[in-house]
């Protein structure tokens, strides 16, 4: 019986990179019934300005499973990102994101095999944003001002960063059990708990308790700004870094490919 699949071409380059995915994939004997869905720029105006139909979300949820190419995301307006519409739609909270070397691929160290578990739902990824010049913006400025806070400058467009014990349980549970099934030896917190006290210092003390309930996988925590600067002096192998949105950003771009 074939799988079913949900594909969605993307824009750009999109659509050569899945055709290229589609045909590896179909190379390995493994029988599809791709379930073709459009989304991104080149649709908004067939559905109102939406560029994530609800249709390509329900095609999805009936699948189970989506192969999506590169989509266009306008920088500094327009709609916003159809990978982020993706992730809170459907609670897609867990990114995965392996780094691995591969013999007769020249890179700069050798033998690394490591994997990002990144948060997709929280943090600054929850697009939860405020414009400059906004009513909304300076309601909220006032309102911190009042609460004795302080911003460096009042014409300021404002991100809000919010972290929950129940969204970091899960991920951090999440990559406990990655790693267990996956043979990886430690799990790594990455976090900017020494700046950020009360967002990234929630999930480090979440992270740790789960570690004390967690006893098949070794494991430890860092700054991201350190796990960043040893990755580029030496990554190690057969390790497991879980992030949240904001530190897994300079993570992804340290760690060699």
Known sequence: MAHRVTLIPGDGTGP????????????????????????GADVMDRYGGNPLPDEVLDAI??????LKGPITTPVGGGFRSVN?????????????????????VRTRFEDVDLIVVRENTEDL????????????????IDWIKSKGGELAHDDAGISIKPISISG????????????RRN??????????ANIMKFSDGLYLQVAR??????????????????????????????????CRTSTATSSRICVPA
């Open 16 to 39: 050569e990179l899945t055709e290229a995915t589609r045909r590896v994939l179909e190379a390995t004997g493994v029988d599809f019934d791709w379930d073709v869905r459009e989304a």
């Open 61 to 66: 949820r009936e699948t189970g499973v989506a």
């Open 84 to 104: 982020v519409a993706l992730r809170k739609s459907l609670d897609l909270y867990a990114q995965v994101r392996p780094c691995k070397t591969y013999p007769g």
């Open 125 to 140: 990824y929850a697009g939860i944003e405020y414009e400059q010049g906004s009513e909304d913006a300076q309601e909220l």
């Open 168 to 179: 970091t349980r899960r991920i951090v549970q999440f990559a406990f059990d990655y790693a």
């Open 183 to 192: 043979d990886r030896r430690k799990v790594t917190a990455v976090h900017k």
């Open 209 to 242: 308790e789960v570690r004390l309930r967690t006893t098949t996988s070794n494991s430890t925590t860092g700054s991201s700004t350190t796990c960043a600067c040893s990755s580029c002096s030496g990554p190690r192998s057969t390790t497991c870094w879980c």
